[in-house]
């Protein structure tokens, strides 16, 4: 066996286990190898007469096998010699394809585009994957050879058979654990949805052998049945048509006064949907989708955008073979024995999966009751407990899981198997594929103009019937609101008073969307708005907005459905930085699409800073020496070097963090590579969601570590050094920390020459 090098190796557990922490991204990474290699060939040909080939005539091939537990990526492009092997993947972070770029730079034109360019992608199938055997054949020669590891102490080559050029990888994946399924990448639906999310900017065609789908066709097209609806957003006056209505020549433009309507199309059933029956049913889509269009005088508005999506839960249930063979037979069934089935219940709906409704993929549909629903699933039968050949002794079982976090327009694929099974014990696996119902129904045939009216839009909105009513906790929203300074307790650190809305749809409905508009006599605080991507000074709250966590937080009463906003210290500071007059439009529609407009004048009487904010410093690891944020420190070596600034950050608030956030802005660190990472551009330490994990590994704190903590003191310096992998480039990692008197930025500034 050959041995990684010592520095190697250290990268290399790096990058599994701290680094690489989105394990789906190992098949873009070697679909992105596949694809440079077979560029490299085409490239070739273009330099030498004597390869005759053609772009059609490269691809690359993705294919598994359950049983023997493999993945394995094939192309048809330049190949690897015994050298080539040792040099690319005996070595990490060598980049091949780097320097080839290199080398063809004035050659390369536009037709090659060499994807990778760090040489460390490869090694991310560790993450899935307990070993990894590469076998290739570099074009023109007869020898194929083989490297093999299990990417921990080193790797063996070997000679191989292959018939022609190419390479294929074949990951042999490691086995589940009680955290990780990695049979989710055994599947047809997994890897094409990897493949649609992660690849689809490869040039070549990605292939794989799928079964055909039993699933009736959709229509692109809306059905004649279709109800569409024309209501003027400020009048309520509202047009009723079906879709059949619309498609016929005569009825296509249609005239209207101008001014806002919103344009709303819907399935037939769906009315019914609504208001509460079919909670659950089979075969039972339904669909719904709205846009809101402007009709100015003289001016013709096509509608072309307006789509249904679906609006309940699709659920299958698949039972594997081997379990439905260890199961009795339906026709045996008594009621001491009961027969195989699944049972999935939303709340008080339920739907029973038998051995029909399995095989067949009977598609069910749940109405999607909340925001966020969960499915319970509950398996029952009488399980043959013999071995073998022995006459079967059935024994009735029970068994049950729960599905989190179910909405509508998702479709939940529920697969159960045997995981084991021996005498007197059974356990089974579930495995749940989380698709978005990407089918839609187009309704786009509609042509709207205005007729002689008013030319100008009135500014006022007027509110639906029955929209939802928006209030302030204990003042009346007419008198508008006044933050004054007096209203922040110096002593505390904290404001006595704050800015809290009540949100209260009608009894049959939700809040569906909530945003706040803002308009100012303080241009200071639009422009801020504008920095931070609220165009138009739009910001949408509901649902929770998790950028304004810090400053704003939004509470919905789970049996009234009454909605509460409360601006939260940091918020009421960050108000008061800006003197003026400022007026706030709340727009909420509900579920019933409803809408209502209501004002709120906010005035800031003084302006200004209550307080100085959160201290940010970066010191060594001995907090002996300290580092200036104004200045860009040199990185230079792949292990930890006392020639490089060790990176530790320590925090102080006098009231205590509410907000803190990392913002990167690197040449090298670019969004894909941070996503192949499991990071982002920005994320919030507070609030970190998916990225909780990667952060963690990289030495920030999150979560309880950081809410409401007076002194924050971590260390990154061990994450540094993988910048030396990326190449040459600047690198900036902006700290953000907000409390109740204020907020302050820092900005570690690094660079490798």
């Not at 039993?214 to 509202?238: F, H, M, W």
Request: aromatic share 8%.
């Amino acid at each position: 066996m050959r041995k990684f090098k010592t520095e190697s190796k250290k990268l290399l557990d790096l990058m599994i286990n701290s680094i690489y922490t989105n394990r789906e991204i190992f098949l873009r990474e070697l679909i992105s190898n596949a694809s440079d290699a077979v560029d490299k060939l085409y490239f070739k040909s273009l330099t030498d007469s004597s390869i005759q080939l053609t772009k059609d005539q490269l691809g690359i091939d993705v294919a598994f096998d359950k049983d023997a537990r493999t993945i394995t990526v094939s192309d048809n492009g330049i190949g690897m010699t015994q050298e080539d092997l040792d040099r690319n993947l005996g070595t990490i972070a060598h980049s091949d394809s780097m320097a080839f770029k290199q080398e063809n730079a004035e050659q390369q034109g536009d037709d090659v585009d060499i994807i990778g360019q760090f040489g460390v992608g490869f090694y991310s199938a560790f993450m899935v994957a307990k070993s990894v055997r590469v076998v290739s054949k570099a074009y023109g020669s007869d020898q194929a050879w083989a490297w093999e590891s299990d990417g921990i102490e080193g790797y063996t080559i070997e000679e191989a058979q292959r018939e022609g050029n190419g390479t294929d990888i074949i990951l042999t994946l490691k086995d589940n654990t009680d955290e990780e399924n990695f049979d989710q990448f055994l599947s047809e639906y997994g890897l094409k949805d990897l493949i649609k999310r992660y690849s689809n900017y490869v040039r070549y065609p990605v292939r794989m052998e799928v079964s055909k789908s039993r699933q009736k066709p959709k229509p692109e097209d809306a059905g004649d049945d279709y109800k569409v609806t024309i209501r003027n957003v400020k009048t309520s006056e509202t047009l009723n048509y079906t879709y059949g209505d619309l498609k016929k020549a005569e009825n296509q433009k249609i005239p209207l006064a101008p001014g806002s309507y919103a344009i709303a199309a819907e399935s037939p059933d769906y009315a019914a949907y609504m208001a509460g029956a079919n909670y659950a049913a089979w075969e039972s889509p339904v669909f719904a989708g709205s846009v809101t269009k402007t009709i100015v005088k003289k001016t013709e508005t096509t509608v072309n955008d307006l789509v249904c999506s679906l609006a309940n839960i699709k659920t299958t249930v698949i039972l594997s073979a081997d379990l439905q063979s260890m199961f009795l037979p339906d026709a045996q069934a008594t009621e001491a024995l009961p027969a195989l089935k699944v049972t999935l219940s939303v709340g008080e709906n339920k739907l029973v999966f038998n051995r029909a409704e399995s095989n067949n993929e009977a598609r069910g549909y749940f109405k999607a009751v909340e925001a966020s629903n969960t499915i319970k699933v509950e398996l029952e039968g009488s399980y043959n407990k013999s071995p073998g050949d022995a006459a079967p002794v059935y024994v009735p079982v029970k068994w049950t899981r729960e599905i989190t976090d179910c909405k509508a327009g998702q479709w939940r694929k529920i697969s159960i198997k045997i995981l084991n099974a021996t005498q007197g014990n059974i356990q089974f696996q579930m495995t749940v594929e989380n698709w978005v119902y990407d089918q839609k129904i187009d309704v786009d045939v509609m042509q709207l103009f205005a007729f002689a009216g008013e030319e100008t839009i009135p500014d006022e909105d007027l509110s639906d019937p029955n929209s939802p009513v928006v209030t302030l906790d204990g003042r009346d929203i007419a008198q508008g609101y006044t933050i004054s300074k007096s209203m922040f307790d110096e002593e505390l650190g904290k404001w006595s008073e704050n800015l809290k809305a009540v949100i209260t749809p009608q009894a049959d409905a939700s809040v569906r969307t909530a945003k706040l508009v803002f308009s100012s006599d303080n241009a200071e605080l639009l422009a801020a708005l504008d920095g931070a991507g609220y165009v138009n000074g739009t910001i949408p709250v509901w649902p929770q907005n998790d950028d304004l966590l810090a400053y704003l937080v939004m509470k919905e009463a789970a049996s009234t459905h009454i909605l509460a906003g409360t601006v939260k210290d940091a918020g009421m500071s960050g108000l008061f930085g800006y003197k003026g007059t400022h007026k706030v439009k709340f727009v909420v529609t509900d579920t019933k699409g409803r809408t209502s407009y209501t004002n709120l004048t906010v005035k800031v009487t003084e302006g200004g800073s209550v307080g100085t904010g959160p201290e940010v410093k970066w010191t060594n690891k001995a907090g002996t020496v300290s580092y200036d944020f104004g200045t860009r420190y040199k990185i230079t070596k792949l292990s930890d070097s006392e020639a490089d600034p060790e990176v530790k950050i320590t925090v102080t608030s006098q009231t205590g963090i509410v907000g803190f956030s990392v913002d990167i802005n690197s040449t090298t660190l670019t969004p894909e590579e941070l996503q192949g990472l499991g990071l982002s551009t920005h994320m919030d330490l507070v609030n970190p969601g998916s990225f909780e994990g990667p952060l963690t590994n990289l030495g920030f704190p999150t979560g309880s570590a950081v809410a409401g903590k007076k002194s924050l003191t971590f260390d990154i310096s061990s994450f540094m050094p993988m910048l030396t992998v990326l190449g040459p480039g600047n690198s900036d990692f902006k700290l953000t920390v907000i409390d109740a008197s204020g907020s302050g930025s820092k900005t570690i500034q690094l660079y490798v020459p």
